[in-house]
């Protein structure tokens, strides 16, 4: 199977807890549509099992963008000392967590991509412009601003025509709707049932917040949630 999340912001347990609940296997592919870091915890520790699992496929959120904007600008001021450079990327993340950094994974988050495009559907942080027909432009042409920061695709009457289903997530969706749910668009005319289905999907949930854990699965067009354990004051 197929599945795609966004927005988990270092809330390693949950996530986990979402994984065993799907059965997640070797066999299956999770697309990760950004903002793996910061807020939570666990930021790194998520990061590096991401990262080095083979049947994920990750790509940036502005978080991650924010981290290696400051990793470049260290970089230019202390090109040569590196053990300097590591020390204070280490500290952008707090506590035990900042100390599981390494340069292998600084490394892999470098070379994700903005975007993924298949033949089905397009992953990307926050959003996409569209062309004066609602359309979706080439995605190379648009620019990583928009990719990784805009607040205008999340709003329901921007509806892409045709093309492929489009994986976002950046705006919690209780800015939408109040509620911390996926929010799935179905093109006029459709039932859902598959993915051509649909023109979008918004995936944040408000993880971050105090909402679940949520992915979607792409062949079943089903959205799979883990609430976080009740804790009384």
């Known amino acids: 199977m197929r599945y795609v999340i966004s927005d988990i912001h270092g809330e390693y347990d949950l996530f986990m807890r979402l994984m065993d609940k799907i059965s ?6 999770l697309y990760v549509c950004g903002d793996v870091v910061d807020k939570g915890r666990d930021s790194v520790r998520l990061l590096k099992l991401l990262l080095n699992a083979p049947n994920a496929r990750c790509i940036l959120g502005n978080h991650e963008y924010s981290f290696l904007t400051y990793y470049w600008a260290l970089m230019k001021d202390s090109p040569e000392d590196f053990e300097k450079v590591l020390d204070a990327l280490r500290r952008w993340f707090p506590g035990a967590d900042g100390r599981l950094l390494d340069w292998d994974t600084v490394d892999k988050l470098e070379c994700l991509p903005l975007f993924i495009e ?6 990307v942080h926050a959003g996409l412009p569209l062309t004066a ?3 979706i432009p080439p995605l190379k042409t648009v620019r990583d601003a928009t990719l990784l920061n805009d607040r205008n695709f999340m709003r329901p009457s921007v509806m892409p025509s045709g093309g492929k289903c489009v994986f976002f997530g950046h705006t919690p969706a209780r800015n939408v709707c109040g509620e911390d749910k996926i929010l799935a668009y179905v093109r006029p005319g459709r039932r859902g049932g598959r993915i051509e289905d649909y023109c979008k999907i918004h995936l944040d949930t408000g993880t971050w917040l105090g909402g679940p854990a949520a992915c979607f699965c792409i062949d079943t067009c089903l959205a799979h949630y883990v609430k976080r354990p009740f804790r009384a004051d």
């Open 24 to 29: 997640f296997s070797d066999a299956d592919t």
């Open 118 to 123: 298949e033949e089905q559907f397009i992953c």
């Open 133 to 135: 027909d609602g359309r």
